[in-house]
């Protein structure tokens, strides 16, 4: 596609739900980059995928989250029993290569659990 | 945690103004990038300055980097309405991520 696709665009979860949220990268783009951004900071690292390999994920906040991007293309981090603390934008990212090139974001999407 | 912090956290000029924003990060770096955020929207990428480059220009934007310093400023020239969104230094540092600042909301009036 000509951008990266993320959806749902907002979701509100009951606290203890369990939600998926998907990423469509852009058509070739090696690595995929997740990122978590709470109101009024910067994006926080979350996980990166250079194809279907997770290369690093150090930045999942605990066990509850889990991202998987099987067939190298589509990404889904999912989060399990949602806490309100998990109330953020979640954006996703594509390059081409490594990010010395820079990133395409994503519109993100916006989590609210109440 | 976050690399850099961006100095103002908000910025309100008028239009035709210059706007200049700093960032300053605590690690050695191969890259420094900037990008823009406008409100409920994703980050848009506006420029990169490599560690052995002091200063770059990209349209109306002038970037400069220190290393000595740890530090880079982004200068928005003749500012315009459309402008106003958040912005955004990111440092790569070849671990294969970049660690975003904390931003500075600049809010630009006609």
């Known amino acids: 596609g000509a951008g990266v696709s993320q959806s749902p665009r907002y979701k509100v979860a009951k606290r203890g739900q369990d939600v998926a949220l998907r990423c469509d990268p852009i058509s070739g783009h090696v690595s995929l980059f997740w990122y978590q951004q709470a109101l009024g900071q910067g994006p926080e690292f979350l996980t990166y995928?250079?194809?279907?390999?997770?290369?690093?994920k150090s930045g999942l906040p605990s066990d509850r989250f889990f991202a998987e991007r099987p067939e190298g293309s589509v990404s889904t981090l999912k989060i399990q029993r949602t806490q309100q603390e998990d109330s953020a934008v979640y954006l996703c990212a594509s390059s081409l290569g490594s990010p010395a090139y820079g990133y395409t974001f994503g519109s993100g999407t916006r989590l609210t659990v109440v | 945690s976050q690399q850099g912090e961006e100095d103002p956290q908000a910025l309100s000029i008028q239009e035709g103004e210059n706007a200049t924003m700093n960032c300053s990060y605590k690690?050695?770096?191969?890259?420094l990038q900037w990008y823009r955020q406008n409100s409920g929207r994703g980050l848009v990428h506006l420029i990169l300055i490599r560690s052995n480059e002091r200063e770059k220009h990209s349209g109306r934007l002038r970037v400069t980097l220190d290393t000595s310093k740890k530090s880079s400023s982004l200068l928005i020239t003749a500012s315009r309405a459309a402008d106003t969104a958040s912005y955004f230094c990111?440092?790569?540092?070849?671990?294969?991520?970049?660690?975003f600042g904390t931003g500075t909301r600049l809010l630009v009036s006609p």
């Open positions: 990111a440092t790569y540092t070849g671990f294969q991520k970049l660690v």
């Open positions: 690690t050695s770096i191969n890259n």
């Open positions: 995928f250079q194809n279907e390999a997770q290369l690093d």
